[in-house]
């Protein structure tokens, strides 16, 4: 089969199409002949050396898929060869076909396409189990989102407008800021020309976020502390801003602040599929009534994996990026 392989350590050249065995399903693994993959910034910061899959993983890059189930290993049930599902891996969805543990594997929400359906299972476990499970988003909280334009973001702003939620979401332009109001936010914020804090504490009459959902962190925690409601909780899923902040706790405190995060790749399967149930009852069905959508920025074949991680670091895209077979 044909994959891309991170040559060594560095940039978007370092990603290969070469050609490997196709590997066999393991117990409780099916194998998808894949036809899209998702492109994460995961995946850029493990291309550059700074995320290592976990052990046992694949080290091909690669955490999503969709595609057609073409051989099952020992002791899986509930799934058959011909099925079609989109899949969460812990690597490995950079190729042709690539192995999924059976319970990560989740039918297709009706009316999607393949590549739709390979650009859900990092974004929607990923905020599924950070913006509800960890951050307990509610119908009627007031909740800000980071990085709204993201793949995450997209995904965030459309699920906690569907839960009933007013989101208010930071973007790097104005043009983005506005495209988070397009897809639910009530204010979209352009980050580098407004303050967030003052602009959230505005629109809740002084109140505050009831849920921060945090992919910058670094100066962003204490802002973040200030933009908070009391009770509120902060949910931290990447720092991209630096991993070291100076807060006040005295705040933190007065507040009676939730600072938490999560990161979802390292988790065992059991604790995955846990996910797995909660997005299949909760989302599925939101996508199959088409009340939220993957939105796919840009589709490249598998050879130009570069061009999209290079297109991902520019970040000038809007939601997904996608590879297809
Ligand atoms: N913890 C987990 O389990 C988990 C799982 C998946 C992803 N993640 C993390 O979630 C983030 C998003 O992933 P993705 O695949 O959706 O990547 P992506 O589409 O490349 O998004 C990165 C986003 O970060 C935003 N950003 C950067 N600096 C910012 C700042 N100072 N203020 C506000 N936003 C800022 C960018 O906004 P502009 O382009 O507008 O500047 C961009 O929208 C990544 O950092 C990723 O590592 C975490």
Redesign the pocket.
């Given at each position: 089969m044909q994959v891309i392989e991170i040559a060594s350590p560095g940039g978007p050249e370092q990603l290969r199409l070469v050609t490997r065995p196709v590997p066999q399903p393991g117990e409780g693994e099916v194998l998808i002949r894949v036809a899209a993959a998702?492109?994460?910034?995961?995946?850029?910061?493990q291309r550059q050396g700074h995320?290592p899959p976990p052990p046992g993983a694949s080290d091909l890059p690669g955490?999503e898929v969709a595609g057609t189930i073409v051989a099952l290993g020992p002791k899986v049930s509930g799934l058959t060869v011909g099925t079609e599902v989109t899949a969460l891996l812990a690597g490995g969805g950079y190729a042709e076909y690539a192995l999924a543990a059976a319970p990560l594997s989740l039918p297709i929400p009706a009316g999607l396409s393949l590549v739709e359906a390979a650009a859900l299972p990092?974004?929607y476990?990923?905020v599924w189990?950070?913006l509800f499970e960890r951050g307990g988003c509610k119908s009627g909280d007031d909740v800000l989102i980071?990085?709204?334009?993201?793949?995450?973001?997209?995904?965030a702003i459309q699920l906690a407008h569907a839960w009933g939620a007013r989101v208010f979401a930071?973007?790097?332009?104005h043009a983005?800021a506005r495209f988070c109001e397009e897809i639910g936010a009530v204010r979209g914020i352009d980050?580098?020309t407004e303050d967030?804090v003052e602009i959230v504490k505005l629109g809740t009459d002084g109140k505050g976020a009831d849920v921060i959902l945090d992919?910058?962190a670094?100066p962003?925690v204490q802002r973040n502390i200030e933009a908070a409601a009391l009770e509120g909780r902060i949910v931290?899923?990447?720092?991209?801003?630096g991993a070291r902040a100076e807060i006040k706790m005295n705040t933190l405190m007065i507040k009676r602040l939730t600072l938490t995060?999560?990161?979802?790749?390292p988790r065992t399967v059991a604790q995955k599929a846990a996910v797995a149930e909660g997005v299949r009852r909760n989302i599925w069905p939101l996508l199959a009534s088409k009340r939220v959508r993957p939105i796919i920025h840009a589709t490249f074949p598998l050879a130009q994996a570069a061009e999209a991680h290079r297109l991902?670091?520019s970040?000038?895209?809007i939601?997904?990026?996608m590879l297809t077979m």
């Open positions: 998702g492109v994460n910034r995961p995946d850029v910061v995320y955490m990092e974004t476990f990923t189990t950070n980071h990085g709204g334009t993201s793949g995450i973001g997209t995904t930071t973007a790097g332009t983005k980050y580098r967030f992919m910058v670094g962003y931290v899923i990447a720092v991209q801003g995060g999560s990161t979802l790749r991902m670091e970040s000038s895209h939601g997904k990026i």
